[in-house]
């Protein structure tokens, strides 16, 4: 079964930056990887996505501000996020999904196959 941990979550100001860390227990090579963010009393959303090739996609509010990467040597994924804005204050969480379309998986989800237990990113004014 694979086993996702994220870190790199912490309390900065607004337009400072971040990089989170998402280890995967076993080789991911063939899964889509992914971030997501659950807002306070919002349902969870997307924030990027990362093909098996590797080709990225981001959510509109993010794009231009974060990158997604992976290192498949170190079964790690990473999101680094900069120009912080208190509104990217969320729980963030790593996933990955098999098949499909990496767009339509962003924007739904309740698709994802294997998520992390998430970590907290807070960012103030």
């Known amino acids: 079964q694979m086993h996702l941990d994220e870190s790199g979550g912490d309390s900065v100001q607004a337009g400072g930056s971040l990089n989170l860390s998402c280890i995967i227990s076993?080789?991911?090579?063939?899964?889509?990887m992914g971030w997501f963010r659950q807002l306070p009393g919002k349902d969870r959303e997307g924030v990027a996505t990362?093909?098996?090739?590797?080709?990225?996609k981001y959510a509109d509010y993010v794009k231009g501000r974060f990158t997604i990467s992976r290192d498949l040597t170190k079964n790690t994924l990473y999101l680094q996020m900069n120009s912080l804005k208190p509104e990217d204050t969320a729980m963030y969480y790593c996933?990955?999904?098999?098949?499909?379309?990496?767009?339509?998986?962003?924007?739904?989800?309740?698709?994802?196959?294997?998520w992390g237990q998430g970590t907290q990113v807070t960012v103030s004014s």
């Open positions: 076993v080789h991911y090579s063939g899964y889509y």
């Open positions: 996933g990955t999904k098999r098949g499909g379309d990496l767009m339509a998986w962003m924007l739904n989800p309740w698709e994802t196959q294997n």
């Open positions: 990362i093909s098996i090739g590797g080709t990225p």
